[in-house]
C-alpha cells in the first residue's frame, strides 16, 4: 500500500473529515494536502469559508505532514492566521514537516481557495506534531 493509499484508508476512518468531505489529494515524506470542497452548509453568514472549516483542514494537513515522519501522530498544538476570507469552490491546505526528531514534528501550513482556477492564500498555520508511542 502506498503512503497515499494509506493516508486515504485512515482519512476515511475520520468520521469528521468524512461528514465535511474532506479528501487527501498527495501524501509523501514531510508533505501533505488535504481539499475541501466548499458546500453552502461550511460557509459563515458572509459567504465565506467558516473559519473552523479552514482551522480543521489546517490541523488535519498539519497531522497528515507530521504523521509521515512519526508513528501514531497526534496534534499538540497549532497556531492559524486568517489572511483573507476563502470564497471559491475548494479549499486546498498543503503542509509540511520543517523539522522533525523522533517524537515531534514542527510542520507548517498554507490554506488556499480555489476559485476560477486561481488559488489564493487564505491562513497560514503552524503546528507541532506528535508521536503517541
Not at 508533505?31 to 466548499?38: D, H, M, N, T, Y
Request: negative net charge; hydrophobic residues 45%.
Amino acid at each position: 500500500m502506498t503512503p497515499l493509499e494509506l493516508g486515504r484508508k485512515i482519512l476515511a476512518q475520520q468520521p469528521f473529515s468524512v461528514l465535511l468531505g474532506a479528501e487527501l489529494a498527495h501524501l509523501a515524506a514531510g508533505e501533505a494536502e488535504l481539499r475541501l470542497p466548499l458546500r453552502d452548509d461550511l460557509l459563515q453568514q458572509y459567504g465565506f469559508a467558516h473559519g473552523g472549516a479552514v482551522a480543521y483542514l489546517a490541523d488535519n494537513a498539519l497531522t497528515f505532514a507530521g504523521g509521515s515522519v512519526l508513528s501514531n501522530p497526534i496534534t499538540l498544538e497549532m497556531k492559524i492566521n486568517y489572511i483573507r476570507p476563502g470564497v471559491g469552490e475548494t479549499l486546498i491546505a498543503r503542509a509540511q514537516a520543517i523539522s522533525s526528531g523522533r517524537r515531534q514534528a514542527v510542520c507548517e501550513c498554507k490554506v488556499y481557495a480555489l476559485e476560477n482556477g486561481e488559488e489564493k492564500l487564505c491562513a497560514a498555520a503552524q503546528g507541532t506534531i506528535m508521536s503517541r508511542d
